[in-house]
């Protein structure tokens, strides 16, 4: 299978410290590489390196066959993410902020009230950010995730916060993602299976 997005020889410090060398990984059409380890290990710090927001010491990045830092823009676009900062305006509410998102990315509105309803937020979506429970802030973020046309998925602790019925749902999404040829980058320091295909990467 064609590879779509590949780590080739990759290094990274942070401030004194090796968090990892010599890593790489590759992943093609409906895979998802779960990335696992203790806290410390540097599972966020190597997400935010793929995602561009930090600098590898040595390696490569490449997306499409192309390395990331030459196509930068095209690789973002093709990406959304979902972290432990939901990044939502807090005055706005779920409609205003997933609206607003809208128009930073590509995204599919006439989708909106399905997933708002599929993620059980249609009741409060005229609410603020600010008074939403933290599980439901994630649910949000699962709901700008879905709206978005990215065939990238970056993951970081996507359980965080969320009860069993929102772990079942992240699964459920990201199942359904792979199905339909996306890649998916999960970090979690807890075991994650999702039917499909599956590579990991365990940092110590």
Same mark, same amino acid.
């Given at each position: 299978?064609?590879?779509?997005?590949?780590?080739?020889?990759?290094?990274?410090?942070?401030?004194?410290?090796?968090?990892?060398?010599? #890593?790489?990984?590759?992943?093609?059409?409906?895979?998802?590489? /779960?990335? %696992?380890?203790?806290?410390? +290990? =540097?599972?966020?710090? !190597?997400?935010?390196?793929?995602?561009?927001?930090?600098?590898?010491?040595?390696?490569?990045?490449?997306?499409?066959?192309?390395?990331?830092?030459?196509?930068?823009?095209?690789?973002?676009?093709?990406?959304?993410?979902?972290?432990?900062?939901?990044?939502?305006?807090?005055?706005?509410?779920?409609?205003?902020?997933?609206?607003?998102?809208?128009? #930073?990315?590509?995204?599919?509105?006439?989708?909106?009230?399905? /997933?708002? %309803?599929?993620?059980?937020? +249609? =009741?409060?979506?005229? !609410?603020?950010?600010?008074?939403?429970?933290?599980?439901?802030?994630?649910?949000?973020?699962?709901?700008?995730?879905?709206?978005?046309?990215?065939?990238?998925?970056?993951?970081?602790?996507?359980?965080?916060?969320?009860?069993?019925?929102?772990?079942?749902?992240?699964?459920?999404?990201?199942?359904?993602?792979?199905?339909?040829?996306?890649?998916?980058?999960?970090?979690?320091?807890?075991?994650?299976?999702?039917?499909?295909?599956?590579?990991?990467?365990?940092?110590?």
């Amino acid at each position: 299978m064609t590879e779509i997005l590949s780590g080739n020889d990759l290094c990274l410090f942070r401030g004194d410290r090796c968090l990892f060398k010599n #890593l790489e990984f590759a992943l093609s059409e409906g895979e998802l590489l /779960v990335i %696992e380890g203790p806290n410390g +290990s =540097g599972k966020t710090s !190597l997400l935010r390196a793929v995602a561009g927001l930090l600098e590898f010491e040595t390696g490569t990045v490449s997306w499409d066959g192309v390395p990331v830092r030459k196509n930068f823009q095209a690789f973002r676009s093709d990406l959304v993410w979902l972290s432990h900062r939901v990044g939502f305006k807090g005055d706005l509410n779920i409609l205003e902020n997933l609206k607003f998102e809208s128009g #930073l990315r590509d995204s599919d509105q006439t989708r909106l009230a399905d /997933v708002l %309803e599929r993620l059980s937020l +249609s =009741g409060i979506a005229d !609410l603020p950010i600010r008074v939403l429970s933290a599980g439901q802030q994630r649910r949000v973020a699962l709901a700008r995730m879905l709206l978005a046309n990215a065939r990238l998925w970056m993951m970081d602790e996507p359980f965080t916060n969320l009860d069993k019925a929102g772990q079942v749902l992240v699964k459920d999404v990201t199942r359904e993602h792979l199905l339909s040829g996306g890649l998916c980058v999960v970090a979690s320091h807890q075991p994650i299976e999702i039917d499909g295909s599956t590579r990991r990467v365990t940092l110590q």
